[in-house]
C-alpha cells in the first residue's frame, strides 16, 4: 500500500472515530451514565434518605385487622415463652422477631421498627447487587420505586414477613452475584471450592434462611439450578445444591431436637381446594392448571399494575383483563430469552422472577387474592421492564428522552401517590369504635377473667397483642351452625368465653354490616338452649 493511500485509510479511520464519537456525545444515556459514574454514591444515599424519610411519613402504629401481621407476634412470643417452634407459615420472621420481643416485649413500635431497619437493608442490599452490573439509570429507577413506593413502604411499618423476606432476598441476590463474578472456566473443582467456600456456606445459609421464611420460596434453590446449568456452570451447580441440603438438613435435625417435629404439614395445606376447608379435599391435575392461570390472572393482570399505580389503588375484582395478564407473562418470558446473552445479571433476575412466580401461583389457592404475596417478587418485574425499555431506547436515540420522561413522570407518580396515602392514614389514624371495643374487650378478659380461662376469638393474635400475651382460642370460619356440634368443639377446646364482638364487614363504612363467624354458631345454641348462654361483660 502506497503512503498516499495509507494517508487516505488513516484519514477515514480518523473520520469514522470522530463521526462515531460526536455520535457518542450526542447520546443522552451515554451523558447520564457519565454523570451518574461520577456521583452514584451521592445519588444513592440520597435515594437512601428519601426511603427512611417515606418509611417514617407512611408509618402506621397499627397492627392490621387482618391478624396475620399479629400472629407472627404472637408466634414469637410462644418460642420465647413456651418453646414452641414456629412452623406454620414459616419460621424465619418469627425467629428474628423473637429477638426483638425478648429485648423489648409486645411493643408494636419497637416491634415494626424492625421492619423499617430490614426496609432500609432492602434498599441498601438491591443497589450493592446490582450496582455496576446494569446501567445506572435503570439502577436508579428500581431505587427510586422500591425507596418512594406506598405498597411497598407499607409493609416497612408492618410485622408481615414481606420486608424482611426484601430484605433477605436482596443479600442472596448479592451473593449470587458475586458467585457469578467469581466464576472461572479453567478452575478445577478443588480449586474453585476454596476460593469460594465462604461465599457458599453464606449462599446455604442465606437460601435455606428464605425457604424457612415464606413456604413457597423452596423453589428459590430450583432459580439458582437453572440459570448455572443453562450457563454450562456446572461446578457451580452442584456446589448450589450440596450447600443448600446441608443446611436445611443441619436446620431441620436442630430444630426436631430442640423442639419436636414439625405439626404442620405445608405441602398438605397447598394441595387443598380451600385453605380453611380441608373437608373439600384437594386438587386434581386440572384443578392445579386452573388455579395456576386464575393466580396468573389476578397477578398479572390487576395487582403488580396496581402496585405501580398504573391502575386504581382499590381492588376490584372485576378489574381482572386476561389480555394484561397474557401481556405480562409473554414481556417476561421475552426478558428472560433475551437476558441470556445480553447480561448474566439480568438473565438470573428473569429466571428468579418467572420460577418464584410459577411457585405462588401454583402454591396459592386462587380465592386468596392479596397484592402482598406478589410484593416480594415487584422490584425484579419493575427492572425487567425499566431495563428492556432502557435497551431498547438506547438502540433508538429518539426514544431516550420519551425513556427518561417516563422513569421520571415514574417517580413522580409514585411519590403523588405516596403522599396521598400520607393522608389516607392520617384520617385511620385510630381504630374504628367497633375495634377499639373488641380490643377492650381482649384487655378485660385477661385482667378479669382466671388465667386458666378459654376464651373464643375471632382474630386471637390481635386479642393476644392487645391483651397483653393472654393466649386466646381462635375461630376462624363458621364450622357449624349445629348448637349440638357447637357446644361439643367448644368443650373439646375447654372454652368458657366468646367474645361476640360487633367488627365491621367493610372496615371503612359502618354499614350496619359485620364479621359474623361467630354469631351464626352461638346463635343456634342460644334459640336451643338459652340456659347456656349468659352475659357476663358489655362494652
Known sequence: MSKKEKQQVKSQATTKSTASAIGRKSDLFDKIESWFGKH??????????????????????????????????ERAWSLLHDGKFPYFQGPGYPIFLSIVVKLFGLNVIALKIFSVVCQFGFVWFTYKAFVKRIPYTVL??????????????????????????????????????????????????????????LKWILFGLLFVLLSISKSVAIVAI???????????????????????????????????????????????MILRKELYKPELGYENFGGML????????????????????????????????????????????????????????????????????????????????????????????????????YMLAKKYSGMQTIFILFVSGMLVWNVFCSVNKVKENAKTAAYTPDWQNFLEMSKYC???????????????????????????????????????????????????????????????????RVINTIHRMIGPVYKAYPQKIRLVKSI
Open 290 to 389: 386452573t388455579r395456576f392461570f386464575n393466580n396468573c390472572n389476578t397477578y398479572f393482570s390487576l395487582h403488580i399494575y396496581r402496585i405501580m399505580h398504573l391502575r386504581p389503588d382499590k381492588y376490584d375484582i372485576t378489574s381482572f383483563v386476561p389480555f394484561f395478564a397474557f401481556l405480562t407473562s409473554m414481556y417476561i418470558l421475552v426478558c428472560t430469552f433475551l437476558g441470556y446473552k445480553k447480561n448474566k445479571f439480568m438473565f438470573f433476575s428473569a429466571i428468579y422472577v418467572v420460577i418464584l412466580c410459577g411457585g405462588i401461583f401454583f402454591g396459592i389457592q386462587a380465592q386468596n387474592m392479596q397484592d402482598r404475596l406478589i410484593i416480594i417478587v415487584m422490584p425484579f418485574i419493575f427492572l425487567l421492564l425499566f431495563y428492556w425499555m
Open 222 to 268: 430450583v432459580a439458582v439450578v437453572i440459570y448455572f446449568v443453562l450457563k454450562k456452570n456446572y461446578k457451580q451447580v452442584v456446589f448450589a445444591l450440596v450447600a443448600f441440603v446441608i443446611i436445611r438438613l443441619i436446620y431441620q435435625y436442630i430444630t426436631t431436637a430442640m423442639y419436636g417435629a414439625s405439626n404442620s404439614d405445608q405441602f398438605e
Open 446 to 512: 385477661a385482667d378479669s377473667l382466671p388465667d386458666s380461662a378459654q376464651v373464643l376469638s375471632r382474630k386471637p393474635s390481635m386479642s393476644f397483642l392487645y391483651s397483653g400475651g393472654k393466649k386466646f382460642v381462635g375461630q376462624f370460619v363458621t364450622t357449624s351452625m349445629n348448637a349440638d356440634t357447637v357446644l361439643m368443639n367448644w368443650k373439646k377446646q375447654n372454652v368458657k368465653y366468646v367474645i361476640l364482638g360487633n367488627l365491621r364487614m367493610n372496615p371503612t363504612k359502618n354499614n350496619g
Open 40 to 73: 452514584h454514591s451521592k445519588v444513592f444515599y440520597s435515594f437512601l434518605i428519601i426511603s427512611t424519610l417515606f418509611s417514617y411519613i407512611l408509618f402506621d402504629s397499627k397492627v392490621s385487622d387482618g391478624g396475620d401481621d399479629s400472629s407472627y407476634i
Open 140 to 197: 436508579f429507577g428500581l431505587i427510586s420505586f422500591i425507596s418512594v413506593n406506598s405498597f411497598i413502604q407499607y409493609y416497612s411499618s408492618q410485622t408481615f414477613t414481606e420486608t424482611f423476606f426484601l430484605f433477605i432476598q436482596a443479600i442472596s441476590f448479592y451473593i449470587v452475584f458475586k458467585i457469578i463474578d467469581a466464576i472461572k472456566p479453567e478452575q478445577n473443582f478443588i480449586s474453585s471450592l476454596k476460593e469460594n467456600y
